[in-house]
């Protein structure tokens, strides 16, 4: 084999891109290269010739002798890729499905992160939408057959053969020879280059306002046939709502041509210019046939090389786990919210009951598995313990998923202090039990705040959840220093500070919860009840704010109440988007939110 020796132009990333590792935390283009598995200097080369050319283009370029113009994953003259109105989640796993990995995982968030850069740190308020046109003049590709043997590079099979034949995830020491291969070479090579022209349009539409997934879609789906149709129908009040509420990102790659128009299209005269625009870039695209626009990934567990060996499905394995950790999900269920009783008796020495509370997972390990919860202990009270509090959990996102990721897993029950101005003034049967003042004279939130912040668990980038369980929608934190510290510590750790009117029985913000009524319970000759405005639930994830303790926005949450008569439950699930495995600082992508109400038979009411 003869050394590349560079007579004429080398096609693009032939020789430094193809055949080599991927980070596929990264962006699906040569940014994101890690360590190669071929080796170009085994390689001799050979003409590749562009099946489109402009007449006056050189047509003589250089590839690698182990690089092949076809069969190829793409062979045809033009393709698009499209996903309307989706989550971030659902929007990564579009992207990496697209570029050939088979597994629906969230890769590249480097690219998510760059296509929607404005609005990436807000996800619970976004739905996704991206319209990408790939014009091909060639393609080029290497096999994962054991023809591509004698050209894989002596480290990498060196790595291979090292590598132990099994993965054991108890065993740490298998577990980081396993990552540490991972982190050389990544779990995928780049199989394929696409060269062409490409046109970029991404499109985040906030859903604040109102707008709902399925508007969005179609009016998506509207403004992309508008596009590529270059005929606008009559504009209605929707689409133009539309317009207003999108944040866009619209570029085109290859050609001599630059497109700067709006893709929204605002008239009939702006879709048909549009449409003219980009017929004339398009021509211009064979005068620049070496421009690289795509790529394709296979997995490198499936190199004939790697599978000799007898690695390939240990590899598999190894590589499953190391995408899980990598993208780690928090679940936080609550079963049922509804109204809750206890008796005026004098209270027996029993702690707070127990069932009922939230069920919190990561990466579908139960957080009570993972550290025992502790529970606040009450002041001597005067009524018989009642199932209303709260759970803090909070998590070091660099650890997960193993325990020691759980730095505090502690419930604050509600209770009443027999010195409470409540026990000393009598149990006249009243209703409502509480006003606006006296939820504040609660102090509800007071013994979390000491724990917050004499305890110093307020680390900046930590990973913070908050879930109420049978907590009244009324009270919400407010007033006296402490319900104003909590409430601030909400926002500043990703709470939402925006939220349209609530509907009863829908998923709603923080704002809806802290915008209810303040007025709470009843009670007669024997018992307290309470949870009997609107039974309500409320779940906050996010990171912990920084020392600025200003609201970040980048937290997944979920708010829902109803009347009396029927009982509320909700889950909500955000995945964690680290960088690298030890990230400390990930993003969080709200991935669900639902509450479902459920009627109280009348018997029971």
């Given at each position: 084999?003869?050394a590349l020796f560079q007579t004429v132009e080398v096609v693009d990333g032939s020789t430094t891109f193809l055949g080599f590792g991927i980070n596929t935390q990264g962006e699906p283009d040569i940014t994101s290269v890690l360590a190669p598995i071929f080796d170009p200097s085994k390689a001799a080369t050979k003409e590749y010739e562009f099946r489109r050319q402009a007449?006056?283009?050189?047509?003589?370029?250089?590839?690698?002798?182990?690089?092949?113009?076809?069969?190829?994953?793409?062979?045809?003259?033009?393709?698009?890729?499209?996903?309307?109105?989706?989550?971030?989640?659902?929007?990564?796993?579009?992207?990496?499905?697209?570029?050939?990995?088979?597994?629906?995982?969230?890769?590249?968030?480097?690219?998510?992160?760059?296509?929607?850069?404005?609005?990436?740190?807000?996800?619970?308020?976004?739905?996704?939408?991206?319209?990408?046109?790939?014009?091909?003049?060639?393609?080029?590709?290497?096999?994962?057959?054991?023809?591509?043997?004698?050209?894989?590079?002596?480290?990498?099979?060196?790595?291979?053969?090292?590598?132990?034949?099994?993965?054991?995830?108890?065993?740490?020491?298998?577990?980081?020879?396993?990552?540490?291969?991972?982190?050389?070479?990544?779990?995928?090579?780049?199989?394929?280059?696409?060269?062409?022209?490409?046109?970029?349009?991404?499109?985040?539409?906030?859903?604040?306002?109102?707008?709902?997934?399925?508007?969005?879609g179609a009016n998506f789906m509207f403004n992309v046939e508008t596009l590529m149709g270059g005929a606008m129908r009559e504009l209605n009040a929707e689409y133009k709502k539309y317009v207003e509420n999108s944040v866009f990102q619209f570029s085109n790659k290859g050609g001599t041509r630059s497109l700067t128009f709006d893709p929204r299209l605002p008239d009939d005269?702006?879709?048909?210019?549009?449409?003219?625009?980009?017929?004339?870039?398009?021509?211009?695209?064979?005068?620049?046939?070496?421009?690289?626009?795509?790529?394709?990934?296979?997995?490198?567990?499936?190199?004939?090389?790697?599978?000799?060996?007898?690695?390939?499905?240990?590899?598999?394995?190894?590589?499953?786990?190391?995408?899980?950790?990598?993208?780690?999900?928090?679940?936080?269920?609550?079963?049922?919210?509804?109204?809750?009783?206890?008796?005026?008796?004098?209270?027996?020495?029993?702690?707070?009951?127990?069932?009922?509370?939230?069920?919190?997972?990561?990466?579908?390990?139960?957080?009570?598995?993972?550290?025992?919860?502790?529970?606040?202990?009450?002041?001597?009270?005067?009524?018989?313990?009642?199932?209303?509090?709260?759970?803090?959990?909070?998590?070091?996102?660099?650890?997960?998923?193993?325990?020691?990721?759980?730095?505090?897993?502690?419930?604050?029950?509600?209770?009443?202090?027999?010195?409470?101005?409540?026990?000393?003034?009598?149990?006249?049967?009243?209703?409502?039990?509480?006003f606006d003042l006296e939820i504040d004279s609660l102090d509800l939130y007071g013994d979390f705040m000491d724990d917050y912040f004499g305890r110093q668990l307020n680390k900046p980038g930590n990973i913070f959840i908050f879930s109420t369980y049978n907590m009244p929608s009324s009270f919400w934190p407010r007033g006296g220093m402490r319900g104003s510290m909590m409430?601030?510590?909400?926002?500043?750790?990703?709470?939402?500070?925006?939220?349209?009117?609530?509907?009863?029985?829908?998923?709603?913000?923080?704002?809806?919860?802290?915008?209810?009524?303040?007025?709470?319970?009843?009670?007669?000759?024997?018992?307290?009840?309470?949870?009997?405005?609107?039974?309500?639930?409320?779940?906050?994830?996010?990171?912990?704010?920084?020392?600025?303790?200003?609201?970040?926005?980048?937290?997944?949450?979920?708010?829902?109440?109803?009347?009396?008569?029927?009982?509320?439950?909700?889950?909500?699930?955000?995945?964690?988007?680290?960088?690298?495995?030890?990230?400390?600082?990930?993003?969080?992508?709200?991935?669900?939110?639902?509450?479902?109400?459920?009627?109280?038979?009348?018997?029971?009411?």
């Amino acid at each position: 084999m003869c050394a590349l020796f560079q007579t004429v132009e080398v096609v693009d990333g032939s020789t430094t891109f193809l055949g080599f590792g991927i980070n596929t935390q990264g962006e699906p283009d040569i940014t994101s290269v890690l360590a190669p598995i071929f080796d170009p200097s085994k390689a001799a080369t050979k003409e590749y010739e562009f099946r489109r050319q402009a007449p006056d283009i050189s047509t003589t370029f250089l590839i690698p002798e182990y690089a092949s113009p076809g069969p190829c994953a793409e062979r045809q003259s033009s393709y698009t890729k499209l996903t309307s109105a989706t989550t971030r989640i659902t929007t990564q796993k579009t992207i990496s499905s697209g570029v050939g990995v088979g597994t629906p995982i969230p890769l590249f968030g480097g690219q998510f992160e760059a296509s929607y850069s404005d609005t990436f740190g807000m996800t619970r308020e976004y739905y996704y939408c991206f319209y990408l046109s790939y014009t091909v003049t060639g393609t080029i590709c290497v096999s994962t057959s054991n023809t591509s043997d004698p050209f894989l590079s002596d480290a990498f099979k060196a790595d291979v053969e090292n590598l132990p034949a099994t993965f054991d995830k108890t065993n740490p020491s298998n577990v980081s020879a396993w990552f540490d291969f991972f982190q050389k070479y990544g779990g995928y090579f780049v199989s394929d280059l696409i060269y062409g022209g490409t046109l970029q349009y991404y499109n985040a539409v906030t859903t604040v306002t109102g707008f709902v997934q399925k508007q969005i879609g179609a009016n998506f789906m509207f403004n992309v046939e508008t596009l590529m149709g270059g005929a606008m129908r009559e504009l209605n009040a929707e689409y133009k709502k539309y317009v207003e509420n999108s944040v866009f990102q619209f570029s085109n790659k290859g050609g001599t041509r630059s497109l700067t128009f709006d893709p929204r299209l605002p008239d009939d005269e702006a879709a048909k210019q549009a449409l003219m625009d980009i017929a004339a870039w398009q021509d211009t695209i064979p005068m620049n046939p070496n421009f690289m626009m795509d790529i394709r990934i296979k997995a490198i567990a499936d190199l004939s090389f790697v599978i000799s060996k007898g690695k390939n499905g240990a590899m598999n394995t190894a590589f499953e786990d190391f995408s899980d950790r990598l993208t780690p999900t928090i679940q936080v269920q609550l079963i049922q919210s509804q109204i809750q009783s206890t008796l005026k008796s004098p209270p027996p020495p029993l702690p707070p009951v127990s069932f009922t509370k939230p069920s919190i997972t990561v990466s579908g390990r139960d957080v009570n598995n993972l550290r025992k919860p502790v529970t606040q202990l009450l002041p001597e009270q005067c009524f018989q313990p009642i199932n209303i509090g709260f759970q803090v959990v909070i998590l070091d996102p660099a650890t997960i998923p193993a325990p020691e990721c759980v730095l505090w897993n502690k419930y604050y029950p509600f209770n009443f202090s027999k010195d409470h101005l409540i026990c000393l003034l009598g149990m006249q049967p009243t209703e409502p039990f509480f006003f606006d003042l006296e939820i504040d004279s609660l102090d509800l939130y007071g013994d979390f705040m000491d724990d917050y912040f004499g305890r110093q668990l307020n680390k900046p980038g930590n990973i913070f959840i908050f879930s109420t369980y049978n907590m009244p929608s009324s009270f919400w934190p407010r007033g006296g220093m402490r319900g104003s510290m909590m409430n601030n510590t909400l926002l500043g750790n990703g709470a939402s500070g925006y939220g349209d009117s609530y509907t009863p029985g829908t998923v709603g913000t923080y704002q809806n919860w802290i915008s209810s009524p303040r007025s709470e319970g009843y009670q007669n000759e024997t018992s307290v009840f309470l949870n009997t405005n609107q039974p309500a639930t409320y779940t906050l994830i996010g990171p912990i704010a920084d020392a600025t303790g200003s609201a970040t926005n980048a937290g997944g949450e979920v708010f829902g109440s109803i009347d009396n008569t029927s009982s509320i439950s909700s889950l909500l699930q955000v995945t964690l988007l680290k960088k690298n495995i030890n990230d400390p600082n990930p993003s969080i992508a709200q991935d669900q939110a639902t509450v479902t109400t459920t009627p109280i038979p009348q018997n029971i009411l």
